[in-house]
């Protein structure tokens, strides 16, 4: 009997096809609805491997149903849905997808600076909305990006790509990370500095910060009092990392001039969040990676990863370093 794989989303066939070739493959008929966790809990009893995603809660109850289950591959860099101690325990390899969305999640997160500060979305809608009556000295006047102060939370791969884009605007790139990056610091100028440092010197915040014990609820309303007027905020880390509250405060009251948000606490957010209702906030729908490439390139290191793993050799992206074939 070939082993059997259940990936929790609608794929593009081409993406799947040499899993198809190998293992009987189930895939969730939906692409824009989850799985719920009652047929997650079903198929997990049956399969050998999961290709999941950033929405799907891979537990301990989900783990412990998958008597077979080798592998999890989850299609996404981050992986806080999975409980990988509890994977590791039961010997289940878990999989990401980084390196292959690094470039094109520093583009989206640059392009959402870019939105935010020069109030692109505000003024797509006044004209969508036929509210552009007449040219005025100050029409949705914005903010300038260029020879500006850049700060990142988060220097990961991301944040490095970031940092490089920001060179092309002559920006001065602060850095605050749990490590120095010396390479980083040498090959384009980047400074480190304390977190307060950070967040009362830049112009463009820009969170970066994976979620864990230590980042979760960083950004809270005396944060957000630090940081200057002008200020702009960028999340496309994880909403979890921000307190929504006062960020809701900070930009309702004039502590900062605005927030560009890819992520949120609760996702799908709902229209009606109070943060939605501000014309200082550019929101879009966690799509930092989602460009046509890079996500059939993630799609396709997620089955290979399968493959390797059920085939009894290590995967490319192990998370669980602590994992041994068997």
Partial sequence: MKPYIFITRKLPE??????????????????????????????????????????????????????SLKVVANLAVGYDN??????????VAVCNTPDVLTDTTADLTFALMMAAARRLVEAAELIKE?????????????????????????????????????TGFDMNILYHNRSRKMEVEEAIGAQYVSFDELVAESDF???????????????TRDVFRKMKKTAIFVNASRGPVVDEQALYDALAEGDIAGAGLDVFDKEPISASHPLLKL??????????????????????????NIDLVLSGQAPKTLVNKDWKKS
């Fill in 205 to 219: 915040i820009i969170c970066l910060t994976p979620l864990t014990n230590e980042t979760e609820g960083l950004f």
């Fill in 82 to 91: 999975i409980d990988v101690a509890a994977a590791s325990k039961k010997g």
């Fill in 279 to 304: 014309n200082n906030v550019t929101a879009i729908p966690h799509i930092g990676s989602s460009s046509v490439e890079t996500r059939m390139a993630m799609m396709e290191l997620c089955a290979e």
């Fill in 130 to 166: 036929d509210k552009w009556k007449s040219w005025s000295p100050l029409l949705l006047a914005g903010q300038d990006i260029h020879h500006k102060t850049i700060g990142i939370v988060g220097m990961g791969k991301i944040g490095e790509t970031v940092a490089k884009r920001a």
């Fill in 14 to 67: 081409e993406a799947i096809e040499v899993l198809k070739e190998k293992y009987e493959v189930a895939m969730w008929d939906k692409e824009d609805i989850p799985v719920s966790k009652e047929r997650l809990l079903e198929e997990a009893r049956r399969a050998d491997a999961l290709l999941t995603m950033l929405s799907d809660p891979i537990d301990e109850t989900i783990l412990n149903a998958g008597r």
